[in-house]
């Protein structure tokens, strides 16, 4: 059973058709019987000068003579377009007089035309001119048309050919006309409607397709493609549905993921909570040992509260509702203050740090909290990884319009196969870094304030060699 957006949209078509196709035959019809009319009055037309050419033959004292050949030939004429055409013709002197009317008489008629108006056109027609006037002859009618030639003898116009027809016998029969286009014009509302029933199946079909598909995903069933080929709207619509598909998958897959992993790691601090409290309670844990294990209770629970923390920042920097509160600043004092606070975790460690700055100062135009948390982050994996007696180098240098900012460590580095994956949510993974190091969210959200800022990060790293960061910030004298 067709739909309704189906039969609306047919119907629209084969209105549309059915109205084109009306229009185009009363215009044609209107055309043609215009054109068989004009056809005809320069028929009549023609009729009259006809009889010009014959008066021209003979001099104009011999013309109207019985005994003269010419005048039967004149007479005859007359006759024929009376019966032809329905059409009287008289002969006009340049006096005025009428000298001869259709056939009903060989002798001349000196009938006077002395009317004003008559006169007025007489005397165009005498001038040369042609003309044509309805309803010259109030005795002849409103509904005669007059057509007016000159005739001349030896270049002279010596008087005016009036041919009389009434508008009736300029109508032309337009009957078979009509007939023909009618017949046209059902073949091609006929052809039309099949052609419209067709397009408009075609037409709907990918919009049932994209429906149905949208169907599927309403119920959960995200593998749903459209097939839909071609280059046109309705395939690149196809197109767009299907990566607008790919993407829903991709994002449901990344929210399962992401609960997965948010479930994680909560539960694994809540869990040694839960074990060491639970432990106090009951006696398991002796109270002289309570104290180290509260230790590691509150260690937890500011575990949980940076990850809670850090979860927030995630989702406010993925939102865009972080706003940047810019400035200039010197980004140089802001990574020395930020080593000051790992100044013991260095000194425990024995970890040998090398500053190099190109420039006293490099100013930038930035967030300075946001860069300082990019900066204590990275930071803060180098301390953290590295092994006793490891080295921390860390480096700027401008380059055109742009800080490059280099901190790199002499760690255990990073696999090749994880590499891609080191600015994903939750990487850990104790592929690369030992478990319980980290909420593995700090490089996301590393990424995340430098992509708000415009602005790139790039990791190189060698297994067993260390890892270096290099990220970008504009310089203030730039903006």
Same mark, same amino acid.
């Given at each position: 059973m067709k739909s309704k957006t189906f039969w609306r949209t047919f119907c629209a078509f084969a209105a549309t058709l059915l109205f084109t196709v009306v229009l185009i035959a009363v215009l044609m019809v209107t055309m043609v019987r215009s054109e068989r009319m004009r056809a005809l009055e320069e028929e009549v037309r023609t009729q009259a000068y006809s009889v010009s050419q014959l008066l021209e033959q003979r001099d104009v004292n011999l013309l109207f003579r019985t005994d003269n050949g010419i005048n039967a030939t004149i007479e005859w004429k007359m006759k024929e377009i009376l019966e032809n055409y329905g059409a009287d013709i008289w002969i006009v002197n340049s006096n005025g007089y009428v000298i001869a009317r259709g056939s009903s008489d060989q002798s001349t008629i000196q009938e006077r035309l002395d009317d004003p108006e008559v006169m007025q056109q007489i005397y165009r027609v005498l001038s040369g001119e042609e003309i044509r006037v309805q309803g010259l002859f109030s005795e002849l009618g409103d509904h005669i048309i007059t057509i007016g030639v000159p005739w001349r003898l030896a270049n002279q116009v010596m008087g005016a050919v009036l041919l009389h027809i009434s508008v009736?016998?300029?109508?032309?029969?337009?009957?078979? @006309?009509?007939?023909?286009?009618?017949?046209? *014009?059902?073949? $091609?509302?006929?052809?039309?409607?099949?052609?419209?029933?067709? !397009?408009?199946?075609?037409?709907?079909?990918? !919009?049932?397709?994209? #429906?149905? &598909?949208? #169907?599927?995903? $309403?119920?959960? /069933?995200?593998?749903?493609?459209?097939? @839909?080929?071609? /280059?046109?709207?309705? &395939? +690149?619509?196809? $197109?767009?549905? /299907?990566?607008?598909?790919?993407?829903?998958? /991709?994002?449901?897959?990344?929210?399962? #993921?992401?609960? &997965?992993?948010?479930?994680?790691?909560?539960?694994?601090?809540?869990?040694? @909570? +839960? *074990?060491?409290?639970?432990?106090?309670?009951? *006696?398991? @844990?002796?109270?002289?040992?309570? *104290?180290?294990?509260?230790?590691?209770?509150? #260690?937890?629970?500011?575990?949980?509260?940076?990850?809670?923390?850090?979860?927030l920042d995630l989702s406010r920097f993925e939102s865009g509702k972080f706003p940047l509160n810019r400035k200039a600043f010197d980004v140089n004092e802001l990574i020395a203050c930020a080593l000051i606070k790992y100044e013991k975790q260095i000194e425990d460690k024995g970890i040998s740090v090398e500053v190099a700055f190109r420039d006293n100062q490099c100013m930038v135009y930035a967030d300075s909290d946001r860069i300082n948390q990019v900066v204590t982050n990275l930071i803060d994996n180098a301390v953290k990884f590295l092994s006793q007696g490891g080295q921390l180098n860390i480096k700027t240098h401008s380059v055109d319009d742009l800080c490059y900012v280099t901190i790199q460590d002499t760690g255990i580095g990073i696999a090749p196969d994880d590499l891609p994956f080191i600015f994903d949510r939750f990487y850990k993974a104790d592929k690369a870094h030992t478990s319980g190091k980290g909420t593995g969210l700090g490089l996301s959200i590393v990424k995340k304030i430098l992509e708000q800022h415009g602005q790139t990060i790039q990791v190189t790293s060698t297994l067993g060699k260390g890892t270096s960061f290099v990220f970008t910030l504009p310089l203030a004298d730039k903006n």
């Amino acid at each position: 059973m067709k739909s309704k957006t189906f039969w609306r949209t047919f119907c629209a078509f084969a209105a549309t058709l059915l109205f084109t196709v009306v229009l185009i035959a009363v215009l044609m019809v209107t055309m043609v019987r215009s054109e068989r009319m004009r056809a005809l009055e320069e028929e009549v037309r023609t009729q009259a000068y006809s009889v010009s050419q014959l008066l021209e033959q003979r001099d104009v004292n011999l013309l109207f003579r019985t005994d003269n050949g010419i005048n039967a030939t004149i007479e005859w004429k007359m006759k024929e377009i009376l019966e032809n055409y329905g059409a009287d013709i008289w002969i006009v002197n340049s006096n005025g007089y009428v000298i001869a009317r259709g056939s009903s008489d060989q002798s001349t008629i000196q009938e006077r035309l002395d009317d004003p108006e008559v006169m007025q056109q007489i005397y165009r027609v005498l001038s040369g001119e042609e003309i044509r006037v309805q309803g010259l002859f109030s005795e002849l009618g409103d509904h005669i048309i007059t057509i007016g030639v000159p005739w001349r003898l030896a270049n002279q116009v010596m008087g005016a050919v009036l041919l009389h027809i009434s508008v009736d016998s300029l109508e032309v029969d337009y009957s078979d @006309i009509v007939t023909k286009v009618s017949i046209a *014009g059902v073949l $091609a509302l006929l052809v039309g409607t099949v052609m419209a029933y067709w !397009i408009t199946r075609k037409q709907l079909l990918p !919009i049932k397709e994209i #429906s149905s &598909a949208v #169907s599927d995903f $309403a119920s959960g /069933n995200l593998e749903r493609r459209v097939e @839909i080929k071609g /280059n046109d709207e309705m &395939a +690149q619509l196809a $197109a767009s549905f /299907n990566q607008m598909a790919q993407d829903l998958a /991709n994002l449901e897959e990344s929210r399962k #993921s992401f609960v &997965a992993s948010v479930s994680h790691e909560l539960r694994s601090p809540l869990t040694c @909570i +839960q *074990g060491y409290i639970q432990g106090m309670q009951d *006696g398991t @844990i002796p109270p002289e040992e309570q *104290g180290k294990y509260m230790d590691v209770v509150l #260690s937890e629970t500011k575990r949980l509260t940076k990850l809670v923390a850090e979860l927030l920042d995630l989702s406010r920097f993925e939102s865009g509702k972080f706003p940047l509160n810019r400035k200039a600043f010197d980004v140089n004092e802001l990574i020395a203050c930020a080593l000051i606070k790992y100044e013991k975790q260095i000194e425990d460690k024995g970890i040998s740090v090398e500053v190099a700055f190109r420039d006293n100062q490099c100013m930038v135009y930035a967030d300075s909290d946001r860069i300082n948390q990019v900066v204590t982050n990275l930071i803060d994996n180098a301390v953290k990884f590295l092994s006793q007696g490891g080295q921390l180098n860390i480096k700027t240098h401008s380059v055109d319009d742009l800080c490059y900012v280099t901190i790199q460590d002499t760690g255990i580095g990073i696999a090749p196969d994880d590499l891609p994956f080191i600015f994903d949510r939750f990487y850990k993974a104790d592929k690369a870094h030992t478990s319980g190091k980290g909420t593995g969210l700090g490089l996301s959200i590393v990424k995340k304030i430098l992509e708000q800022h415009g602005q790139t990060i790039q990791v190189t790293s060698t297994l067993g060699k260390g890892t270096s960061f290099v990220f970008t910030l504009p310089l203030a004298d730039k903006n």
